[in-house]
Structures are given as C-alpha cells and as structure tokens.
C-alpha cells in the first residue's frame, strides 16, 4: 500500500464521523408517528407501514451482503442513502396508507443496503491500515457524531413541525443527499475478497455466526431485546400524546434530552465495558427492555420519558458491544454476509412481535400492547439466565468472554 492509498482510508474514518453526523439529522424523529396519526392512520396501520420496512429487509438483506462480500460495500454506502432520500421525499408527498406503507419500503430498502455492509466497510478500513483493535474506539466516535446530529435535528424537527407538517421529511431528504455525496468520496477497503459460491456463502456466513452455542444464543437473545427496543422507540410518540402530553414543543425538548442519554451511554461504553462482565451486560440489557415496556403500559408521561432514556443509554453502549463481538468473529470474505444474517434474524422478529404488539394495541389499547412486550422480555430474560448460569457451559462463557 502506497502513501496516497493509506491516506485515503484514513480519510475514509474522518468521512464516516461526517456521514453519521448528518445521517443523525432525523428531523422526522420525534414527529414521525404523530404526523401518521394526523394523517388519519390507526395504531394498527402505523405497525403495517412499520412492517413494510421489515419484509423488504428480510427479502433483500442477504442477496445484497453477498454482493458486497464479493464486489464492493462503497456502491451499497451510496444506494442506501439515495433509498433514505427516496423515503423522505415519497413521505413529503404522501397522503394515504399506501404511500405511507410504499415509503416506508424505501427505508427497509435503505437498511438493506447498508445492514451488515457499513460495518464491515468500517472494519475492514481498519483492517487495511493495520488498526483493527481500534475498532471500539471508532465505533463510540461513530454512534457519538450520530447523537449529536439527532440532537441538533430533534431540537428543531418539532418546531418546525408547527410551522409546514411536511417540511421536517424534506429537510431529511437533503441530509441524506449530503451522506450520499461523502460516500460516492470513499475508498474501498483493501479487504479479501469471497469466491464462494451463493449457498455456500451462506452457509460459510452461518457457520461463523452459529460456531459457539453460547455466541448464537447471545444472537438471538439480542435480536429479541432490539427488536422490542425498535417498536417501543416507534410507538414512544403515541404513548406520549395517550398519557397527555400534546405539546410538540416539549415532546421535542424531551426528544433531546433522551439523545443526550444516548450519546453519554456510547460515551461512557468503555468504563461500561471493564467493570461489568458480558452475561451481566445482557441481563441488565434484557430487564432494562422489560421494566421499558411496564413503564410504557403504564399512563404516566414521567416514567415513559425515564423508560425511554434509559433505554436509549443502555443500547447505545450494547450496539458496540455485539458487533465488536461478531467483527472478530468473521473474516473480511464473510463479513458482511454473517452480519446480514444476525439482521435477518433481528428483522425476523421485529416482524413477527411488531404484528402482535399492534394486534394487542389495536384489540384493546396501547397500554395493553406495551405490556404485553414486558410479558415477552420477561420470558426472554428468564430462558436467558438460565442457558448463561449453567455451570456445565462454564467453558463457553470464558470463550466469548475472551471475544469481549
């Protein structure tokens, strides 16, 4: 590699801050729900429109990751943010369900694009340069810079809500096309590589995320956890205007007071890290998500503004934590495939518990729905403890302790 090269992908991490940085300006964040809502949509039809995002993922995660493992994850950097501008433009102009629900698929599109395939571009960058044990401390850089765009967005996508409904989804749209700008600047990582035929890349890609039983477990315990952390974040805005708080001007402040938790969560993630073990780490992650759905089944604005914090806090740290896990897992030729397999599985049942929470919501009410989400991490959290604390998977344990 040559001076020029490696200055290059050097330039790729600094253009990667940038792009999260205005990949975090959601200005729809903290209106998105309401603005279907007064746009005549039901509890229930928000979740199909939810939904439409999740099918178009499950579809198309795989075939992409695959793609990329053999070509190039820079050409899918750039088409997930021309699908993310495509969203919010469709959104600007939409006025029925089936606009919403088609929108919506941009941004299952969108994800699909960039799902497994961002952070296997950030990975193998450092691999490249020689500085793969960096990659925590990037990605708490990373995470960081996205708090702080929605930060910024958050605190005006309400007011300016007020103003024009619609101007908070244009305004999005352009910051997308700012982020697809950066990534047609990257450079691809010097990276292996797959020859790997199609099955076979697969079924490699599996191999690497289901080698370890106490690994695939944590997989699938997470995918549970974020999943339900996925339609509570969705459903917040509801929840909020059900217990009585109409304001958007406030629902805002505390929009942002909640992404100062997060971006102080990513912040404090390596002390997180040296003083509390991996299984303890997944159980305070799972109760957190449980005692979150009571609160929200609960009518009162207070604890659903600490629930929603905490929650926020307590998954920007454990983002890092599982892909540091899974990165060092999988070699570059499998990388993104195997990472697009974990989000297969998360898609698979954000698809499945967003259908039964709505169903719940819309039978009785969307306290019932959230409580009914608490049921369900219970459930996880118990079947967890119980594979984690056996004695007899003692030596798994020390194996991914030793990955952590």
Request: hydrophobic share 50%; charged share 15%.
């Amino acid at each position: 590699m040559n001076i020029k090269e490696k200055n290059s992908l050097e330039g790729n991490l600094d253009k990667v801050y940038l792009m999260n940085f205005f990949d975090g300006l959601q200005f729809t964040l903290p209106i998105f729900a309401i603005f279907l809502l007064d746009n005549g949509m039901n509890l229930a039809q928000i979740g199909l429109i939810l939904g439409g995002a999740y099918i178009v993922q499950f579809i198309l995660d795989i075939p992409f990751s695959i793609w990329a493992d053999k070509h190039s994850r820079k050409s899918f950097l750039i088409l997930s943010n021309v699908s993310f501008m495509l969203l919010n433009l469709i959104l600007y102009l939409s006025h029925s369900f089936e606009m919403f629900f088609l929108a919506y698929c941009f941004n299952g599109l969108g994800t699909a694009f960039t799902s497994g395939i961002s952070g296997a571009f950030v990975y193998d960058t450092l691999l490249s340069l020689g500085k793969e044990k960096q990659y925590e401390n990037v990605q708490v850089k990373i995470i960081k810079n996205r708090f702080v765009g929605k930060i910024i967005a958050i605190g005006a996508g309400g007011y300016i809500y007020h103003i024009n409904p619609r101007m908070p989804f244009l305004l999005q749209a352009l910051s997308s096309l700012v982020c697809v700008v950066i990534a047609f600047r990257f450079m691809e990582p010097l990276c292996e590589k797959s020859i790997s035929k199609t099955f076979n890349q697969i079924k490699e890609g599996a191999g690497f995320l289901f080698k370890h039983k106490i690994i695939w477990v944590t997989v699938i315990v997470f995918c549970f956890a974020d999943a339900i952390h996925d339609i509570l974040v969705n459903y917040y805005q509801p929840v909020m205007r059900a217990s009585g708080i109409s304001s958007l001007t406030y629902f805002s402040a505390i929009y942002i007071f909640v992404n100062i938790l997060g971006l102080l969560g990513a912040h404090f993630y390596p002390k997180i890290k040296s003083k509390i073990d991996w299984k303890n780490i997944m159980v305070i992650y799972l109760l957190v998500n449980a005692i979150c759905s009571v609160f929200f089944g609960i009518q009162n604005a207070v604890l659903v503004v600490f629930s929603i914090a905490l929650f926020t806090f307590v998954t920007a740290s454990y983002d890092i934590y599982i892909s540091s896990i899974l990165h060092k897992l999988v070699p570059s030729s499998h990388r993104a495939t195997t990472l697009s397999l974990f989000g297969l599985m998360y898609n698979l049942f954000s698809f499945i518990l967003i259908y039964i929470i709505s169903f719940f919501m819309d039978r009785y009410s969307i306290f019932v729905g959230m409580l009914v989400s608490a049921l369900i991490m219970l459930a996880v959290l118990l079947v967890f403890i119980k594979i984690v604390y056996n004695k007899n998977r003692r030596d798994e344990h020390l194996l991914l302790e030793s990955y952590y």
